[in-house]
Structure formats: structure tokens, C-alpha cells
């Protein structure tokens, strides 16, 4: 994930020696500091482990000295910014009001590739009363369920999974306005629902996209797409759906509307993401004459809305734990892992 793929390309950057990179103080800003350190010693313990899964936002700040002889060397600061995977499909829902998302996930929960896994869940909600009354122990119910159907999806290998923070929570107590589900009516108990569901909108807003995303101009996004491809036609074409979902909900175009909003609070108008690179991961996973199928699948999962975007496509590996290999396997060579 993320995590393993900051500590790869932050060890692999500290080694260089021309241009030289450092860590960088992070000053007084309020996102907390990647830990480097520990995700190194971590994968260097015998036995090794993975660095945990991203829970909350930080950030990893290195500076490189450029030398530009017979000119005075400069300075370029490079800040690397780490969050839950999870949390980059609530982007989508800045648009989207409650009986909109509501609607797009019980049609996605119907659909014959996940009903199995929703019959529970979508039992519960269509048979509550149209106009039915504002019940705290009724939305505990239905929010329990859908957390669970959440896990049981992306354990099946569904990726397009919205509210991100009941797959990750952010750390700390839970606030009530998790306390939703999608729901199809109106009345008190669906007023309840929207108004956590605005409340939930509003969070993702001021703790992830005006503060972080609208400081980001390049982009590095990872996908595991061997797993959806393990999952099936199904997880695989969920993986590309996520995938668009996520894309569309970032900043590909310049906006007047953006910038006149700006001026007006003032502070400066969201960047603009001129660079983009989409990563499949694992790709150790498969021999090296494969790798560049992987990374064609990449490409085709992901698209970008935007023009005049420079995009890439990749197959990579963080930590590369396996070897090429021929196999013989009937007098024929094989490649393998």
C-alpha cells in the first residue's frame, strides 16, 4: 500500500547522492510526520513486518540541494503526503446530495454480482416505514449492518465502498454522524440520516479535501489490481468504477468558481493536478515479462477527465519479495516467481 510505497521511495531518495535529499523539518503545520524511521526498522526486523495501515493523514518532507554550477545551488522541498486509501472515495460525495448517493449504492447493492452479499441489509432497509420516525436504536441497527456489509464486500474484493471512514475510521472516539446508511424515502428518520450524511460531507471537506487535496499538483495513486483480478469480472470492473468515481472528484481543470471563492475568504485557489501517475502494486507478484501486461491493465482501469494532464501508467513494486524464475514444465520453460 501507500505506506510501504512512501518508506521505498523515501529510502531509495536518502541514498542518492547527487541530487543529495535530507528530511525536512515539517514546521509548524498541524498534519503529524510520517514516521520514516520506524516503517525502516520495521521492514529491516527479523522477521520482517509490513508498516501498519494508514489510519489517519501525515505527511513525510525532504529537501534535495540542487547544484546548477557555475550558479548558486537551490534548494527543492518535496512533500509526500500519506492517507487512508479509504478515504479518497468520499472525495465523490463533495457533489452528491443524501437521496443521490442513496440511490446510486442501493442500485450498485442490487446488482446480481453483490446482491448476495446485501439480501441482510437490503431486506432491512426496504422494510422500513416510508415516513418512519427519527429511532437512535433503529440508525445503530441499519449503520451496523452496512459497516458490516462494507467488510464483507472489500473482503470479496469490491473496492467502489462509500462511507471510506467506515472501513477506516480516523482515530479518536466515533462522532454520531457516522451513524449513517443509504436510504430511499423521506420523513423524520430519513431527515436524520441526511443531516448526519451532510454532517459526514462536511468533515471530509474541511479535514481532507480544503486542507490537503487542495495543496496537491501531482498525484500517485495505487491500485491492486491482481486482487481485483482474483476477486473476478465483477471486483474487477468495481476496481475501474472506484477508480473513475475517484478521479472525477479531483481538480483535472482550472475553475473560476474555484478561484472567485478563494478571493473571497480570502486564501488561494485550490492547485490545479498536472501530473498523475497510476500505479498497479505487487508487481512482484508476477514475472517480469508479465509487468508490462499489469501495467496495461492499469492503464486501461484508469481514466482521467482532465486535459492536458500528463498521465502515466506503472506495475511496481514497494518491497520486492520474489525472484524471475524458469520453470520447465512439460520440456517447455515457463517463467514463474
Known amino acids: ?26 514546521g509548524a503545520g498541524e498534519v503529524p510526520r510520517f514516521d520514516h524511521a520506524a516503517h525502516i526498522a520495521a521492514l529491516a526486523a527479523d ?33 509526500l503526503l500519506d492517507y487512508p486509501g479509504e478515504w479518497l472515495l468520499d472525495l465523490p460525495l463533495l457533489t452528491l446530495r443524501f437521496p443521490s448517493w442513496s ?23 426496504h422494510g422500513l416505514p416510508m415516513r418512519a420516525k427519527a429511532d437512535e436504536a433503529l440508525a445503530a441497527a441499519g449503520a451496523r449492518m452496512y459497516r458490516e456489509l462494507l467488510h464483507d464486500l472489500r473482503i470479496a474484493g469490491f ?22 446508511f443509504p436510504m430511499l424515502g423521506a420523513g423524520p ?3 436524520l440520516l441526511a443531516n448526519r450524511y451532510d454532517a459526514y460531507v462536511e468533515a471530509v471537506r474541511r479535514d481532507l ?48 468558481a474555484d478561484t472567485f471563492s478563494a478571493l473571497t475568504e480570502p486564501r488561494l485557489p485550490p492547485r490545479v493536478i498536472g501530473r498523475v501517475a497510476f500505479a498497479a502494486t505487487k508487481a512482484d507478484h508476477v514475472a517480469d ?12 482501469l484508469a481514466q482521467v477527465p482532465g486535459n492536458g494532464v500528463r498521465i502515466a501508467h506503472f506495475a511496481l513494486a514497494s518491497v520486492r519479495c520474489t525472484e524471475d524464475f524458469v520453470w520447465t514444465l512439460e520440456g517447455r520453460p515457463v517463467s514463474a516467481v
Open 289 to 300: 515479462r508479465q509487468r508490462g501486461n499489469l501495467a496495461s491493465l492499469m492503464k486501461n
Open 1 to 26: 500500500g501507500k505506506t510501504a510505497f512512501l518508506t521505498s521511495a523515501a529510502a531509495a531518495l536518502l541514498a542518492r547522492e547527487s541530487p543529495r535529499f535530507s528530511l525536512a523539518p515539517l
Open 189 to 191: 428518520f430519513a431527515t
Open 47 to 79: 522477521p520482517p513486518r509490513c508498516p501498519e495501515r494508514t489510519n489517519a493523514v501525515s505527511m513525510l518532507a525532504l529537501v534535495a540541494q540542487l547544484d546548477q554550477s557555475p550558479f548558486p545551488s537551490r534548494h527543492l522541498r518535496l512533500e
Open 159 to 180: 473496492s467502489y465502498l462509500q462511507p471510506g471512514r467506515n472501513l477506516m475510521p480516523a482515530p479518536g472516539p466515533e462522532p454520531p454522524w457516522l451513524g449513517f
Open 209 to 256: 479535501a480544503s486542507p490537503l487535496f487542495a495543496e496537491v499538483d501531482r498525484l500517485v495513486v495505487l491500485a491492486d489490481v491482481l486482487s481485483a483480478l482474483h476477486g473476478g469480472e465483477a471486483a474487477f470492473a468495481d476496481t475501474r468504477a472506484a477508480l473513475g468515481a475517484a478521479a472525477g472528484a479531483l481538480r483535472w481543470r482550472f475553475s473560476w
Open 103 to 125: 440511490e446510486g449504492v442501493l442500485r450498485r447493492l442490487e446488482a446480481p454480482d453483490m446482491v448476495a452479499f446485501a439480501k441482510p441489509f437490503l431486506g432491512f432497509v
